[in-house]
């Protein structure tokens, strides 16, 4: 149940909607970044919201109506992921742009079947986000159910699309750390031997490895 204050806040905040205009409502906990978000979506063209948790979100889009929502994995409380699943059941082509500061193998597994636009780690390049809102707002322009495209993914080629993404945060975890297995494989959540097959099918595949 939304305070007054929050109430009046969100009535200031969530502008009336243009025509061919994309609703964003970004979700995220740390004040600073949560700014530089509204005032990057701003600047691009959109009408953004901010809300600090995903208990929050839930309530705004139920008087607004989102079209995009941008989302801290690690939200306090209810996480980014369950966030969009709450969000996607008031709305099922809500597009769903998700930010992490660790990327682990289970969470980008689920923004694969929630058929998010993008899954980016922080702190994320400005084009790559600015990106990932085009994509979102042509994905609005031009819907086509999120479940149903979830889940031609996983019918159509339920391995290569997964096996990339995976391969993508585990190097990219490897060069946070600065080539330690032991780190990587801790910040991952799997074992070292895990990690050291996965880094030797890389290496056959032919992907340098950090």
């Given at each position: 149940?939304?305070?007054?204050?929050?109430?009046?806040?969100?009535?200031?905040?969530?502008?009336?909607?243009?025509?061919?205009?994309?609703?964003?409502?970004?979700?995220?906990?740390?004040?600073?970044?949560?700014?530089?978000?509204?005032?990057?979506?701003?600047?691009?063209?959109?009408?953004?919201?901010?809300?600090?948790?995903?208990?929050?979100?839930?309530?705004?889009?139920?008087?607004?109506?989102?079209?995009?929502?941008?989302?801290?994995?690690?939200?306090?409380?209810?996480?980014?992921?369950?966030?969009?699943?709450?969000?996607?059941?008031?709305?099922?082509?809500?597009?769903?742009?998700?930010?992490?500061?660790?990327?682990?193998?289970?969470?980008?597994?689920?923004?694969?079947?929630?058929?998010?636009?993008?899954?980016?780690t922080k702190p994320c390049n400005r084009g790559e986000l600015e990106q990932a809102l085009e994509r979102a707002r042509r994905r609005v322009a031009d819907p086509m159910p999120v479940v149903r495209a979830a889940s031609a993914v996983e019918t159509a080629a339920p391995q290569a699309p997964w096996e990339a993404v995976e391969r993508q945060h585990i190097l990219a975890?490897?060069?946070?750390?600065?080539?330690?297995?032991?780190?990587?494989?801790?910040?991952?959540?799997?074992?070292?031997?895990?990690?050291?097959?996965?880094?030797?099918?890389?290496?056959?595949?032919?992907?340098?490895?950090?």
């Amino acid at each position: 149940m939304s305070t007054p204050r929050q109430a009046k806040a969100s009535a200031t905040v969530a502008r009336p909607k243009q025509v061919g205009e994309a609703r964003v409502l970004v979700v995220e906990d740390e004040a600073s970044l949560r700014e530089l978000l509204i005032r990057a979506a701003t600047e691009w063209g959109f009408s953004a919201t901010p809300a600090s948790s995903g208990e929050l979100a839930a309530r705004l889009h139920e008087v607004h109506c989102f079209d995009i929502a941008i989302l801290d994995l690690s939200l306090p409380g209810m996480n980014g992921i369950d966030t969009l699943v709450r969000l996607r059941r008031h709305s099922p082509n809500i597009q769903g742009i998700i930010l992490t500061g660790s990327a682990t193998v289970p969470a980008a597994k689920a923004a694969i079947h929630l058929g998010v636009v993008e899954f980016l780690t922080k702190p994320c390049n400005r084009g790559e986000l600015e990106q990932a809102l085009e994509r979102a707002r042509r994905r609005v322009a031009d819907p086509m159910p999120v479940v149903r495209a979830a889940s031609a993914v996983e019918t159509a080629a339920p391995q290569a699309p997964w096996e990339a993404v995976e391969r993508q945060h585990i190097l990219a975890a490897v060069d946070r750390n600065g080539g330690d297995r032991g780190l990587t494989a801790r910040e991952l959540g799997i074992s070292r031997k895990t990690l050291y097959n996965k880094l030797k099918d890389y290496l056959r595949q032919g992907f340098p490895i950090p």
